[in-house]
């Protein structure tokens, strides 16, 4: 539990020897001479000074002018997995203080942090470890002595963040369709100006929504659209509308995907988890705005039901699309719920949010997320959500010319081209066919930037950009 306080000495229950102080500062030419102490060897990158009495001194950075938002952010993470070394049994409550020399603006990068640090995805370790954890290092609450107003946007987001993260984290045959209904429904229960409902296949068969049905086909579970609508502003202001790819598991389908390119495709859900994080934090901070997100869920696995390479499919504004490889089905399911939002809800800007193609790794690389806009404006507003937040944006372009490569001789459109290497922009092309032309719209493709290749841990970004940008949204 974290919680802000102005003063230590308001706290009574930190007077005791409980408590474990650790103070940031820049301590600028040190020598390792001075360091004393170090317990553990490990965190000699942070030197610890002065270790007396349950306080502890980190060297946050000799030349901090040296150090970005995104470094002091994750000194922020690390300094709660420091903390929970040197808590103790005895000692559960741990004070984060900041130097009077550091900056609101270093300390406030710091805190996200610490916020950000505190979370742990450990529901699936044994009992055994987690009572470890607990009895010997575990801090129970942690204080941040800070002056700072963004508390309750912080703690928004956050909490945003965890959801998502808890949601692309959890092994997918617990976090099926249905179960990311639950969840959701759960997340925005005490929640003001919220209602969500669901369609499930029956009233998608009706809608004629082909793309969703069909990826979903072989799935026990059923495919839906989840629809979280906010609103909290003038009823005649038209929305923003959301739209978040949720493939709870992608095996490929029958154009299976090799053992080692499915491994993680638990992942695939992220743009639903990011689109659902991002709404809770404007919701928790009741933001003035009217916001619906739709939300296609289904599971794309292979059974005698599943749909088929060569199949034929009518997507819910009445194209076709000829079936190249069930393994791009993220399109297809996207498709129908941007045709949709926009008819139900004539939203007046639309941003998606995909772990579309493993082709952008290849194009931006693993922390940058793709960006394509039909809006110079939109696109600008979303670039400064990027840098207020640091979450790092790249926009790719909707080259007409590649158009062409995605026409089919049997139906309007191909899901996959053969033989075309910018599969980020084919993806984009792709969705392009079902969105209105005036509609001020932006795709993110996160198909990396959502999960860490190296920890196998989702990484939540995304979400903060999303909350910014709608906040500050005209
Ligand atoms: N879920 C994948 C995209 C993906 C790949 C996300 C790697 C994260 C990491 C998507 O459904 C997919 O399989 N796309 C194919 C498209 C291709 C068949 C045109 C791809 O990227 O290979
Ligand atoms: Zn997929
Ligand atoms: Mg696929």
């Known amino acids: 539990m974290i919680t802000y306080i102005s003063k230590i000495s308001d706290t009574t229950e930190l007077h005791d020897s409980n408590t474990l102080f650790i103070t940031l500062a820049e301590f600028k030419n040190s020598s390792i001479s001075e360091v004393?102490?170090?317990?553990?060897?490990?965190?000699?990158e942070f030197p610890v000074f002065t270790r007396s009495k349950n306080i502890l001194y980190i060297n946050i950075a000799e030349d901090i002018s040296k150090i970005d938002t995104l470094d002091l952010r994750a000194k922020g993470e690390k300094f709660v997995k420091i903390a929970q070394k040197y808590c103790t049994k005895n000692i559960k409550n741990c004070v984060f203080t900041a130097d009077e020399t550091l900056s609101e603006n270093i300390f406030s990068a710091v805190i996200d942090g610490i916020h950000l640090g505190e979370y742990e995805f450990n529901q699936y370790k044994s009992k055994k470890s987690s009572e470890k954890i607990e009895e010997n290092n575990h801090i129970k609450n942690?204080?941040?002595v800070t002056n700072s107003l963004k508390k309750a946007e912080r703690e928004a987001w956050t909490t945003g963040v965890k959801f998502t993260k808890d949601m692309i984290n959890t092994?997918?045959?617990?976090?099926?369709?249905?179960?990311?209904?639950?969840q959701t429904r759960e997340l925005f229960s005490n929640i003001k100006n919220v209602k969500i409902t669901s369609i499930l296949e029956n009233e998608l068969e009706t809608l004629g929504a082909g793309g969703i049905l069909s990826v979903g086909q072989a799935s026990p579970d059923q495919s839906r659209f989840l629809i979280v609508e906010y609103k909290n502003a003038d009823s005649t202001k038209k929305p923003i509308g959301l739209v978040g790819k949720g493939v709870t598991y992608d095996t490929g389908g029958l154009s299976l995907k090799p053992s080692n390119a499915m491994t993680g495709m638990k992942k695939d859900m992220g743009g639903a988890a990011t689109i659902l994080g991002g709404l809770y934090a404007c919701a928790q901070t009741e933001i003035k705005e009217n916001i619906v997100a739709v939300i296609p869920l289904a599971e794309n696995l292979i059974s005698e039901k599943a749909y088929k390479p060569d199949d034929i499919v009518t997507m819910m504004n009445g194209k076709t699309v000829e079936i190249t490889n069930t393994d791009a089905e993220g399109r297809l399911l996207l498709g129908d719920?941007?045709?949709?939002?926009?008819?139900?809800?004539?939203?007046?800007?639309?941003?998606?949010m995909a772990t579309l193609t493993?082709?952008?790794a290849y194009a931006i690389g693993e922390d940058i997320s793709a960006v394509f806009s039909n809006n110079e404006d939109l696109y600008t507003q979303l670039e400064i959500s990027s840098n207020n937040t640091n979450e790092p944006i790249w926009r790719l372009p909707l080259y007409t010319r590649y158009e062409k490569k995605i026409e089919s001789n049997i139906a309007d459109i191909v899901n996959?081209?053969?033989?075309?290497?910018?599969?980020?922009?084919?993806a984009a092309l792709f969705l392009k066919h079902f969105v209105k032309t005036d509609t001020p719209w932006s795709h993110f493709d996160i198909a990396y930037s959502s999960f860490n290749s190296k920890t196998n841990f989702a990484t939540g970004q995304n979400v903060r950009l999303l909350f910014d940008f709608m906040k500050n949204i005209k």
């Open 36 to 44: 004393q102490n170090t317990k553990d060897t490990k965190i000699s």
């Open 337 to 352: 719920a941007l045709v949709y939002i926009e008819k139900i809800f004539e939203p007046r800007v639309l941003i998606d």
């Open 142 to 144: 942690i204080y941040i």
């Open 358 to 360: 493993g082709a952008c």
């Open 171 to 182: 092994p997918p045959s617990i976090a099926i369709p249905s179960y990311i209904e639950a």
């Open 416 to 426: 996959a081209a053969t033989g075309f290497k910018a599969g980020t922009i084919q």
